[in-house]
């Protein structure tokens, strides 16, 4: 089974659906601990609650962005992950810390990319009149929330959604979606190739309509 650490600045509701995952027994990877660029991230307590070792950084411990990261790294050292997961991680990661990882760190961003990356995307997803919304988990990159695509679902937007209700909606989709992803790339079936996903799942679905 492959060795995950999961990044969190929040909720950890991502987290914990990937934890949950992870406890069947014929799935192929191991949460092994959770990472928080915060003290108070609201995951650290779920994480701990199911027995996950966590670890917090908050940045205003650290004199510069490079001394966090570089803490953050030497945490990794000893865990040894296989795979990092960022599961509402808004923090940017270093080029240098994302070739130390390449093609090892996952992502999940709460619009169908490449649309709307970055912030306020749900607003965005409706003030575009968009009839459609989904998430994306991606391979990550230097780029922000950019990055060959692994699995994505979609959503339809109500009339009357706000950026709540469409986020709310959003947010079911990916607790299917990122365990989905991370068992295709723990099991070698998705892999980053010259900076693109190549799939050797043979007819394995990785995108979904709800
Ligand atoms: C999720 O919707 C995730 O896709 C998003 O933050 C939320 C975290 O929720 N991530 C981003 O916007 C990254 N750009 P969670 O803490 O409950 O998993």
Request: aromatic share 6%.
């Amino acid at each position: 089974r492959k060795k995950v650490v999961v990044f969190i600045s929040g909720g950890g509701s991502n987290m914990i659906a990937l934890a949950k995952a992870a406890a069947a027994a014929d799935f192929p990877a191991d949460i092994i601990a959770v990472v928080a660029d915060k003290v108070d991230a609201g995951g650290l307590d779920k994480a701990a609650g199911l027995g996950i070792p966590t670890f917090s950084f908050a940045r205003r411990d650290f004199a510069s962005k490079e001394a966090h990261e570089a803490a953050i790294v030497d945490e990794l050292d000893r865990l040894q992950p296989d795979i990092i997961c960022l599961a509402g991680y808004m923090r940017l990661l270093s080029a240098a810390f994302i070739q130390r990882y390449e093609g090892r760190i996952l992502n999940i961003h709460p619009s169908l990319l490449p649309l709307f990356p970055g912030l306020h995307t749900h607003q965005r997803a409706i003030d575009a009149g968009m009839r459609i919304a989904g998430c994306t988990v991606h391979f990550v990159t230097e780029g922000m929330d950019d990055g060959p695509i692994v699995a994505q679902a979609a959503v339809p937007v109500m009339s009357g959604d706000t950026a709540d209700s469409l986020a709310a909606r959003v947010l079911t989709v990916e607790h299917a979606t990122y365990p989905m992803a991370l068992r295709l790339v723990a099991e070698g079936k998705v892999r980053m190739e010259a900076g693109r996903a190549v799939s050797h799942a043979i007819r394995e679905a990785t995108g979904m309509l709800i």
